[in-house]
């Protein structure tokens, strides 16, 4: 039956007369809701659209003010779904200004014919789920309610102005302008006195205007902010010969890139790069006057750790301090209170220089904040500052605002979207929400939305959208609702995916910190433009994982799950080693193999730089066997760690955790010794072990020797490493020595002779694979010696062992028997603390600056380590959120491994 007429029938149902009946409504005629109609109405369905303006442009309608342009350069900030559009419109400028914006969606619509079902001037007052007729009603502030199948909010995610929250404004006698709702006619400042309260982007873009106009210009700043030149002027010749060379490849690379525009993924990190080389690079971006070129090509571990900010925060003041004349004033203008990055930075036409005008003043409320507004101006704590206009650019409620401010939402079961979002958005994959069926979202909260291109993901949700309804309606279905377990998963990759990043450190309006009382978290998707468009594809591709279907005469299909169970990065770097079709290492033979790791490892980042990196020789069991030593750069002596290597006994050396020992040195302000014990095949079991203990004698008899602390040492290692390390706790307890204070056991092999679940449920997939790890137990030791305690020490006697820390990761074959030593070690009465982590794998915390979520996995181990050694914690600025312990709400930022 046609929609239509299932309308017409639901609407006799309610007897309510006069409904519009449509497959699709849709609020909004920006940029969204434009393509929107256009694509429904290609795939055949009767469509409406609801915009509160008299005209298409949403935001672009809107934000009117002095200065207001894109900044996203503006070939980049079309659309791309018709290359003949791409051909047919040219724009002016590098940055395109509103109007230019404005006239551009203006010609999309009447090029497209979508005016005809768009109905102007009239606003959503509440939207309803009728379960009986599988329809939303929406009823609107003009003309008729609106019935319809599906109902799409393409509200935008920066619409709802937030209140000015300063006391008074009613009082104020002169002119009252809000940068978000700027008047239609023309605004006259010149000669006036004008207050901006404000520094964010609308703030930042209107000051230098009105500062030409107005005899006097105060600005009113709570937070400084970052902001870069613009550089206006023509599109740059090499982006342009880009996209007309080949267009089609320039907008698909914007498609799979990170922010939505086609820049590639830095690699190097900043401390492979010298401070004439980071110099050259941050100049090359501020001539640049690219946002997302600052934001992204720089160094690597810009955006995802303080250290690698703060240089490009460094050279940014600098910047600041060089274009403000006035130093007092330069010093208020530059940001500390943030990492760059984690608030929205701006783009600006001479905003710094416009503070060297003798009519501009800035007013830090850091300093005097504002008491009230009078009839005359604003009074601060300090003074009071006449003036003729207020500008308010105080912002936006951001994300959520939008969709859940303007008109209530009542779902299934008459929940109401308010109390379902009471705590913080909840979305799977940013598009729907559990309990309302048949509601999409264009960039909600949980999407990449406003941390990218905003042209490029809106595409992208559009198509995935009108995509899925043309499949249910083949299929039969009527009904699509995202399932509660779904949902909760997308938050915990989202949660996950915010740790990466340094949003966590800022209050910002991507965070609801900007609005008194709004729930706190990072609201859009951290996790990039192009894995989140995979990300949606294999939703789609496991059969609409997630979603619930239904529909008269079809079996209902639901198949529910987590889409993304992997931690992000784990999942990049997954992906990454799948698509290299890598070999299966057992193939290789031995040395083939190590030949591979060699190779391998020579292409991950260079390890951070510790105090000292020292190679020496020590007599191992049966001849001298090498080492390496890291040394952190505080003052000594430091406790010593005697560290095992990973690689199945069979691969690797001293060296090749080498990223590891210098992150672990670095952490726990202790001595790592890095083993280059002997390795199968040549020297099969019990070499290995035998090396173990007699390494460790030597270490601990020769500590004061290297420089370390005398006395009790620890023991460390991953994988085979750590059953070494296991191992040895148990030899020097038996045999007589040295003294061990504690062991940090890495997904250790704890048991040859015995095969748990994780080996199957881990088989494959996840780097390690159980093929590998039978061929390494093959080579190591024959089955008769397998169960002996110095191959599987989780046959050896467990009681008076130090403490322990056991690591176990969810995908790793090795997963379960180090659960097991981690539980048989506390029923032997050992002090043990077990970290399961979520979503990582075997080598999840060993890829040092890769796997960036395995920060705060390492965090914990060297806080065990120091405890061990009797040392108190150590902190760094930044370490806020990493360090897993409390249970975080599903939107909360937190969720670093636990
Ligand atoms: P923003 O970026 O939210 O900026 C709002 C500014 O107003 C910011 O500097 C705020 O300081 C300031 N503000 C907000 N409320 C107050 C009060 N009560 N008193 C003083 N100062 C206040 O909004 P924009 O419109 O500039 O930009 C929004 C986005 O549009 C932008 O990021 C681009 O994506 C496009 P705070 O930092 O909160 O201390």
Known sequence: MPDTMVAARASEKTGSAGTQAVDVAVVGAGFAGLYLLHRLRKAGFTTVALEEADDVGGTWYWNRYPGARCDIQTIDYSYTFDPELDRAWKWSEKYATQPEILRYLGFVADRYDVRRDIRFGTRVTAANWDQGAERWLLTTDHGAAVSCRYYIMATGCLSSPKPPEIDGVKDFKGE???????????????????????????????????????????????????????????????????????????????????????????????????DAERRERFEKAWAAGDLVYMLTQLWADQGVDVDGNALLADLLREKIRSLVKDPATAEALSPHDHPFGSKRPCLDTNYYATYNRPNVTLVNLRQEPIKSITASGIRTDKRAIDVDAIVFATGFDAMTGAIMAIHPI?????????????????????????????????????????????????????????????????????????????????ARHMADCATLTLHRLANTWYTGANVPGKPQGVMPYTGGVGPYRSICNEVVGK??????????????????GEVVRLQPDVRLVLNMLEEMKLPAIESLGAQGARDFVTEFNAGRPA?????????????????????????????????????????????????????????????????????????????????????????????????????????????????????????????????GGPEIAGQLLLCPVTDCAVERPSYTDNATGYFLTRALMYWFKDLYCSPADRSDPRASPLHGKLSGLPPALVVTCEFDPLRDEGVAYAEALTAAGVPVQHIEARGHFHASFTM??????????????????????????ERKQGDEGLRPGRTASPHEINAAAE
């Open 607 to 735: 390890g951070r730089p510790v105090g000292e990196v020292v190679d020496g020789t020590l007599p191992g069991a049966d001849g001298p066997l090498p080492y390496r030593l890291y040394r952190p750069a505080t003052p000594g002596p430091h406790p010593v760690v005697v560290y095992f290597h990973g690689g199945g006994w069979v691969l690797g050396d001293e060296q090749s955790d080498d990223p590891f020992c210098r992150d672990m040195c670095r952490r726990s302000g202790m001595i790592f010794v890095s083993v280059g014990y002997r390795h199968a095949p040549e020297h099969r079991f019990p070499a290995a072990a035998e090396d173990g203990l007699a390494a460790t004698r030597w270490i601990a008899a020769h500590a004061a020797e290297l420089g370390g602390r005398p006395g009790p040492v620890l023991v460390a290692g991953w994988s085979a490493g750590g059953n070494i390390a296991a191992v040895t706790c148990q030899l020097a307890r038996d045999r």
């Open 176 to 274: 009252v302008y809000f940068t978000g709702r700027w008047p239609h006619n023309e605004v006259k400042l010149a000669g006036k006195r004008v207050a901006v309260i404000g520094t964010g982007s609308s703030g930042i873009q209107s000051i230098p205007l009105i500062a030409e106009q107005a005899a006097e210009l105060t600005v009113f700043q709570r937070t400084p902010n970052f902001a870069l030149p613009a550089h206006n002027g023509p599109a740059p010749a090499d982006r342009v010969a880009l996209l007309e060379g080949d267009s089609a490849t320039y907008r698909e690379q914007a498609r799979w890139s990170l922010a939505g525009v086609p820049l590639p993924q830095q690699t190097e990190v900043s401390w492979q790069l010298s």
């Open 543 to 560: 059969g609409m994982l997630g979603f619930r279907l239904k529909g008269p005469g079809v079996a209902e299909q639901c198949n529910d």
């Open 848 to 873: 040092v600056d890769v796997v960036i979520t395995g920060v705060g996995g390492r965090m914990q181990m060297a806080d065990a380590l120091r405890r061990y050694a009797g040392l108190p914690p």
């Open 410 to 490: 009542t779902g299934r079961d008459g929940k109401s979207l308010s109390d379902v979002w009471a705590h913080g958005p909840q979305t799977y994959l940013g598009l729907a929400v559990s309990g309302f069926p048949n509601l999409f979202m264009i960039t909600g909260p949980g999407s990449p939305s406003v941390l990218s291109n905003m042209a490029v993901s809106i595409e992208q949700h559009v198509d995935w959208v009108v995509d899925r309804l043309v499949a249910m309606r083949e299929a039969g279905f009527t009904t699509i609702e995202a399932t509660e377990a779904a949902q909760d998963g997308w």
